[in-house]
């Protein structure tokens, strides 16, 4: 069994370790994120030192991380700030009673941060303008024919996502077996091609760090917002043009179903928190009306 470097880590608020890496998770499959029975959290990504795995675990007050792989130490130093410890949400004010009321019942619902970009802008890219299914097998295929065996003694089937130089090697016809389109397909290679200067990002955060994703042709403000909410826990990055967020938003605060103008009409007094807004109204476990059949994923393999 490979060596792992270990650290320990005592947060100084409430920490809810599923609730701040559910949003990495990709469906329940995920084969870079897995927790096991025992209540272990595995983590398997790509850093500027190489892949690396990560786990975390609880047994007291302490969370115990060990890593492994070229990346560890880097994943190591980065566990207080992948648990939200670098959140800061002191000003935030809850303007409405459901938002009140879902912060008093989540003390522990904060924004974590990796601290890199490509491996969100990645899984980003794929689910640009399609279901949650088809994006979710796309990045399952990708990551198991392309990625990286996770180091150590990871759960098995876990791989990191492509890196850069892996998806420029990935032809034409393989991203077809994977179920991508051309725009996506195009926008994800020239997102490759220049993946280290848009490591730049989380230095520049806020809306700054968002206009440097912006320059790769096809990476709008939806997948700015989605990369910046992870990449450095931007709790103002709202994804505009998301086909749920607007009508959840709507009916939970409104009472009615509103466009992208009018979601941020009414997030507008949670500025500089506008997606913290948004992840308590997704905490709150409320759900707008349904009046029609789900929207039908097309397989373009079958194309």
């Not at 399609?130 to 990708?142: D, I, K, N």
């Not at 850069?164 to 926008?187: E, K, N, V």
């Not at 009414?266 to 928190?273: E, I, K, R």
Request: with cysteine; charged share 25%; glycine share 10%.
């Amino acid at each position: 069994m490979a060596e792992s470097s270990e650290r320990t880590w005592t947060p100084g608020f409430v920490l809810d370790i599923p609730g701040l890496l559910a949003p990495l998770r990709r469906g329940a499959g995920d084969p870079t994120l897995r927790w096991d029975p025992s209540g272990v959290v595995w983590l398997v990504t790509n850093t500027t030192s190489g892949v690396g795995t990560l786990a975390l675990r609880r047994p007291t007050r302490e969370v115990v991380a060990n890593a492994w792989g070229p990346g560890a130490a880097e994943l190591l130093d980065g566990v207080p700030a992948l648990l939200g410890a670098a959140d800061d949400d002191t000003d935030f004010e809850a303007h409405h009673p459901l938002i009140a009321e879902t912060r008093r019942r989540h003390p522990g619902l904060r924004l974590g941060a990796v601290g890199r970009v490509w491996d969100v802008l990645f899984a980003a890219v794929l689910e640009q303008k399609v279901t949650g299914h088809e994006a979710r097998r796309s990045w399952r295929e990708l990551c198991r024919q392309f990625g990286t065996p996770a180091p150590g003694p990871a759960p098995a089937g876990m791989f990191a996502p492509p890196t850069p130089a892996a998806t420029l090697r990935i032809s034409d016809w393989q991203w077809h077996r994977a179920g991508l389109d051309g725009a996506r397909r195009r926008t994800v290679i020239a997102a490759a091609q220049v993946a280290h200067r848009l490591e730049g990002a989380v230095a520049l955060r806020g809306e700054a760090g968002r206009a440097l994703l912006r320059k790769v042709p096809g990476i709008g403000v939806w997948t700015a917002a989605e990369v910046a909410q992870r990449a450095w826990g931007d709790a103002d990055a709202v994804s505009v043009g998301d086909f749920h967020i607007p009508s959840i938003v709507g009916y939970a605060l409104l009472g009615h179903k509103v466009d992208d103008d009018g979601m941020l009409e009414v997030l507008a007094p949670y500025a500089p928190h506008r997606h913290r807004a948004v992840r308590y109204i997704e905490a709150s476990g409320f759900r707008k009306p349904r009046f029609g059949p789900r929207f039908a994923p097309r397989d373009y393999r079958a194309l």
